[in-house]
């Protein structure tokens, strides 16, 4: 049996994976690359949508589903098919987008993202300050949805974080993956929810998840994964939840993972 057989590493992207805005290194690059011909599975969790992971094919190709929309959507990349998602009711997403609208009006734009046509494209619609009826905008919207978001100053951020989960937290989710933007999406849901799923429901004789971040959204990822990594440049919260906390994500972090794998199955072995 190959070395890494049963290991799946799902990682964040931005600010753990990437060194910079879309750059992976070679470093990286090649300890993947390893790591995936000794039998272990590699893939992203990441807010974006599956097709980020094309941002990376170049230096890095995912060999097991995506975990994207913040966990929301479990997408298989390969044959193009959502395998399971997690979504919210349009009119509880109403409901809050009105309560924001009516208290918060410094919120600059509010966003929604939903599936259209074949479930390959997940397509944002967005609501400015000053655009006008919430009726109007949600009419437009299936009845089910993914993720939304607000943007806004960090110190508004913060408080209308504080706010809503008090508010609406039997009902969703809200994290923070940079200071000017908040992330809601459904209480059930989350990056680890979705790689949980995977181990249990999709017969890749899964043994050990590796969840590896650096910010809020990243919190379940390290809660449900078997090992939970916290780059050295992670938020206070992440480091809190990790297992291990390692190099930051401009040394290589992913690399440092791997090798440490490696290093524990080796010392098992004596």
Not at 88 to 106: G, S, T, V
Not at 163 to 176: A, E, I, P, S, T
Not at 255 to 264: F, K, N, P, T
Request: aromatic share 12%; proline share 3%; hydrophobic share 35%.
């Amino acid at each position: 049996m190959k070395k890494f057989q049963g290991y799946l590493i799902c990682t964040d992207c931005d600010g753990t994976l990437t060194y910079e805005a879309g750059k992976v290194s070679e470093e990286n690059a090649r300890a993947i690359r390893y790591f995936q011909q000794e039998g272990g599975l590699f893939t992203l969790a990441t807010g974006r949508f599956p097709g980020h992971a094309y941002e990376f094919r170049e230096k890095v190709q995912v060999n097991a589903p995506v975990v994207a929309l913040n966990g929301t959507v479990l997408y298989d990349l390969e044959n193009k098919r959502v395998l399971h998602e997690w979504t919210a009711e349009k009119k509880d997403c109403f409901r809050l987008f009105d309560y924001i609208h009516r208290n918060f009006p410094d919120v600059r734009e509010l966003w929604v993202n939903y599936t259209y046509q074949d479930s390959v494209s997940f397509k944002p619609a967005e609501h400015e300050a000053g655009d006008g009826a919430l009726e109007a905008f949600f009419d437009r919207l299936p009845d089910r949805l993914y993720k939304c978001l607000s943007f806004q100053e960090p110190e508004l951020t913060l408080r209308i974080q504080r706010d809503l989960k008090q508010r609406f937290g039997d009902w969703f989710r809200f994290d923070r993956s940079w200071p000017e933007g908040l992330e809601i999406q459904p209480a059930y849901s989350g990056k680890g929810i979705a790689v949980q799923y995977m181990k249990e429901n999709l017969g890749a004789d899964i043994h050990t998840t590796v969840g590896v971040g650096d910010y809020e959204n990243d919190l379940t990822l390290l809660e449900y994964a078997d090992i939970g990594y916290a780059v050295e440049n992670a938020v206070g919260c992440v480091k809190e939840a990790a297992n291990r906390i390692t190099v930051s994500n401009q040394e290589h972090a992913i690399a440092r993972i791997i090798r440490d794998l490696e290093a524990g199955l080796e010392k098992n072995k004596k």
